[in-house]
């Protein structure tokens, strides 16, 4: 479908956190919408603004402070509702000046009084659940919008109902990229490169378990890996000079700016199980160790690492559950016998292939971009017919 000149305008919500503003990223496309209205949170606004600043688009960008109105307190109650009203006020303005030809939410708080605002005006919307349960925002959602695209094909808590459409989770292109230049070290000469990361903001849990494992290997082993991390500001500093002391190789940071860079280096990646981080696994088909994060609402990220071990595509680790000498062996395993890091690769190939066949052999992006534009096309027809 060619849209070069095309004068669709969308809008999108989304919550501020990596995990909802990642898949918005990536289904930016100036071929596709020719300006692009944003509402999200102040932790949004970030990212956004450092995607877009080299991509000449239009784009209008509004900040919207929302916050969960679950809270047990009342004053946090009352404060969250308030601030949702005046995010719908904001949202009705914003509408009426831009004029969004077709409405999406990422999940988030961000996204309900956009997406109730649409409503008001028949606007066409759609929500995109990331996780394999669908968050509280969409749950509520769901009963407003024109469609729910889901990033898991039995993904839970959804009203079983036509609109729900799989898209799958929408990744930049340059993790598909990655898949065509994956390598496993083979011999002893060539390190393997073990990429950590805890999301957004680093995980703890990592910083001080997976330190210590590495640090107590045999030498032998020390020398056969390299450690790429992100650690939090205050653990810096112990991580990088506990890895000195034991001669292990690495590279530690507060973020990576250049992920991707990260990824195609890696031969084994150590993460949490978000929504996101499953999609970019599948894309660029890199064998992961999975370590949910046990405070995830409904344990939504153990339903997403679930999927992954299901489909023999990686490792599970439960925090909670699991020893810590469990993961020591893991690691040592695949640290001496790298080959089954291959085959788990190859078996991410073939879940990405078997999910590409659910969307016509096209991208996430592509595929919900389609959906995007066929909802307006569908609006427009409609009016043209009352005319």
Known sequence: MNNLNNKHKI?????????????????????TFNKYIIITDTRGEGYFNNFLKNEYID????????????SKSI????LSLFRLFVSLIKSILIIITHKPDIVIGFGGYPSVAPILAAKLFNIPTIIHEQNAVVGRANQFLSKFSNILALSFVNTKKINKVKKNIFTGNPVRNEFYEIAKINDVPT??????????????LGASFFSKHLTLIFCSLPNK???RIKIIQQVRKEDFEKVQNDYLQNKIECEVSVFFNNIFEKFKQA???????????????????KPAILVPFPNSLDNH????????????GGWVFDEQ?????KLKKLIINLIVTPDKLLEVSQQLNKLSSKLDSLTSLKTSSEFLNELLLNQVLLKREGADKVC
């Open 11 to 31: 809008l999108i919500a989304s919550g501020g956190t990596g995990g909802h503003v990642y898949p918005a990223l990536s289904i930016i496309d100036k071929k």
């Open 59 to 70: 784009t209008h960008i509004f900040i919207h402070r929302v916050s969960s109105p679950s």
């Open 75 to 78: 004053v946090n109650k009352s």
């Open 187 to 200: 011999n002893d000469n060539k390190k393997l490169n073990i990429l950590i990361y805890g999301g957004s």
């Open 221 to 223: 082993l020390k020398k």
């Open 267 to 285: 031969n084994l990646i150590i993460t949490r199980a978000g929504g996101s981080t499953i999609a970019e696994i599948i894309a660029s088909q």
């Open 301 to 312: 990220q153990i339903e997403n690492a679930s999927f992954i071990k299901k489909n023999d």
């Open 321 to 325: 559950k699991d020893k810590i000498n």
